[in-house]
Every structure is written in C-alpha cells, then in structure tokens.
C-alpha cells in the first residue's frame, strides 16, 4: 500500500507537473532525488538502512550512494511511465521488484548494497534520460 502511495505521488503527481517545466531526463531526476531524499527518516530508524555502529563517514556514503540510486531509480521509472502512455503499474511492479531485492540482498549484511548500485545504474539513467 505504500509503494502505491509514494507512486501516486511521485510518478502520477510530481512527474507529469515537472515535465510541463523541465526536460524529461531532469523532471525524472528530481523526483528520484526527492525521493530519496524523503526516506533519509529509515537511516534512523530501521533495520536495513539503519547500520549498528556506523561511523559518520559511513552514513554518509550509504546515504549519498541511496540518493544517487534512487536518482536513477527516478530516471529508469520515468521513462517506464511515459513509455507506458503514463500508467502508475511499471512504476509500481518496478519499485515493487527493486525493494524486494534490496531486502532480499541487505538481509544477507549488505549495508553498502547501494554504493555498487549507484555506480551501475548511472549509465543505465543517462541512457534511458
């Protein structure tokens, strides 16, 4: 229920009244930083964003490198939208499918998952954008 919320507000909402001002590679992009921005909350508060014992420096490339991929995230799911005739249901099976496997993938320790993430999917973006 909530990734529908966030995607009726993000892609449904946001998107479509960026796109009247600003590139599709940009309205796309500021979105996907908004909202990994929005989730900066989870670092805090919960398992898996939350790392016992993490240093400063830590925090600050998990949480950049989260930024970054969900940045790119937004780019990916733009393009998903428009190139679905603007239907919510890629941005939700996709978000959908990328949160199960960063559970899936951060359940086995991984708190830097996003550091390789951010790295492989800013071609992928710059491409689709």
Known sequence: IVISLEEIGWRGFLLPLLDHHLSSLH???????????WH?????????????????????????????SLTTNGVIMGWLFRGSG???????????????????????DLGYFFVPYALLSVPVALYLG
């Open 40 to 68: 900066l909350p989870l670092f805090f508060a919960t398992p898996p964003h939350l790392v016992e014992n993490d240093t400063p420096i830590g925090f600050i490339i998990r949480f950049g490198c989260y930024v970054v």
């Open 27 to 37: 309205s796309s992009a500021v979105v996907g930083f908004i909202w990994g921005v």
């Open 86 to 108: 603007g239907s919510l249901w890629t941005s939700l099976l996709f978000h959908s499918s990328f949160n199960a496997t960063v559970y899936a993938l951060m359940a086995t």
